[in-house]
């Protein structure tokens, strides 16, 4: 409307459906990469109840990765759904770690899964922390990039390293005492 009346706009190409198409790609690609985890976890576990406590870290990762995009001022775009879909295989190391040691004491000293959680626990604990924190140091330099390049993977770096934290945080809690009660 503030516009003089002999200008005209008009739009001359609207990439639009282009990222939408990307977006749904993505999405599509989170849940073919859940999927596939999954079945490889109870491939090579054996077992639902072990599979189901591991599952169970890439929605409350991800969820609360979506909650720091939020809080960020972010969005949910294709630089943050790609480092999502990079982070589903790397929130679950954690929690197999828990789950393989917990299992490993039961069939070895013949505990209860309580015992076993609470000497699991003992031993796991500064390695999963130690091993979240080199992740982080990998990951978190690439954010202080200048220029361009650092805007661009500022946020997906630390999309992944705000995943991989909040994955060692549930291995560190949940984990432990879904294995203490689900465990068998």
């Not at 109870?42 to 609360?64: D, E, H, N």
């Not at 390293?161 to 068998?184: E, G």
Request: charged share 15%; glycine share 4%; aromatic share 6%.
């Amino acid at each position: 409307a503030s516009l003089p009346s002999d200008v005209k706009l008009d739009v001359i190409m609207d990439t639009s459906t282009n990222i939408l198409n990307t977006i749904d790609s993505l999405k599509e690609t989170i849940m073919i990469t859940f999927i596939i985890v999954m079945l490889v976890v109870f491939v090579f576990l054996g077992r639902w109840r072990a599979t189901f406590i591991i599952i169970l870290t890439i929605p409350i990762s991800l969820i609360a990765s979506f909650a720091y995009l939020l809080a960020s001022g972010n969005t949910l775009n294709i630089i943050s759904l790609s480092s999502l879909s990079i982070a589903i295989g790397m929130v679950v190391d954690d929690a197999i770690v828990v789950v393989e040691n917990v299992e490993r004491i039961m069939a070895e000293e013949r505990v209860t899964a309580r015992e076993a959680t609470h000497k699991a626990m003992r031993e796991l604990s500064g390695a999963l922390i130690a091993t979240s924190m080199v992740l982080a140091a990998v990951f978190v330099p690439v954010s202080f990039l200048s220029g361009i390049t650092g805007q661009l993977y500022r946020q997906f770096t630390v999309t992944i390293v705000v995943s991989v934290l909040i994955s060692t945080v549930v291995a560190l809690t949940l984990s432990p005492v879904m294995c203490s009660l689900i465990l068998k």
